[in-house]
């Protein structure tokens, strides 16, 4: 495993939809960190966008790049890093995350999910097929029971609803 022993490293983990890429990229503002996006690398690196790469390449393949991804980077010494929702879910990477630096999980309950969700299927493969709330509600409900133990493992857990950048930097200052 490539460990890394950097502690300025702040990794937002969370459903899709949760706010990891807008707040954390404003986070990173803030604090004057770099900000990378974990999607936003694999498209970059793979020349598909995870739609087209999740279709051609499938489910698995995909995990194994996001671990690799993550895993494997050269990271700036003080950086946010936006998950993807699944990324802390497989292999050892919640561990792995714990042990390079900081983790956030930014929690929603699934009500608000489905609301910020509805509109933003097209970008996310595994939702674009669910047509009307109460299916993708009934998603998100068993994807959380799976992937909260997961998420639950991050150092800290902050509400999502009205999430700000400055109310996280305020949370970090308490908390540290
Ligand atoms: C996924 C979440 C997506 C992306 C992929 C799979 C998931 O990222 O990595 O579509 O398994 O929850 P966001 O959480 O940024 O939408």
Not at 50 to 64: D, K, V
Not at 94 to 118: F, H, K, Q
Not at 125 to 146: E, M, R, V
């Amino acid at each position: 495993m490539n460990k890394c022993y950097a502690s300025s490293k702040i990794f937002l983990v969370g459903f899709m939809g949760s706010g990891k890429s807008t707040v954390g990229k404003k986070l990173a503002k803030l604090l004057g960190y770099e900000f990378v996006d974990l999607d936003k690398q694999i498209e970059f690196k793979t020349g598909l966008s995870i739609q087209n790469y999740l279709e051609t390449y499938g489910e698995n393949t995909f995990r194994e790049l996001e671990r690799d991804l993550l895993q494997h980077t050269t990271y700036a010494e003080k950086i946010v890093i936006a998950t993807g929702g699944g990324t802390p879910c497989y292999f050892d990477s919640m561990d792995w995350m714990n042990e390079c630096g900081i983790t956030i999980y930014i929690s929603l309950p699934v009500s608000a999910l489905v609301n910020r969700l509805r509109n933003a299927k097209v970008e996310r493969p595994l939702i674009k097929n669910i047509l009307d709330d109460t299916s993708l509600a009934q998603f998100i409900t068993h994807k959380l029971i799976d992937r909260e133990k997961f998420y639950q493992k991050a150092k800290f857990m902050v509400s999502g609803k009205d999430l700000t950048a400055e109310k996280l930097v305020q949370y970090l200052e308490m908390v540290n």
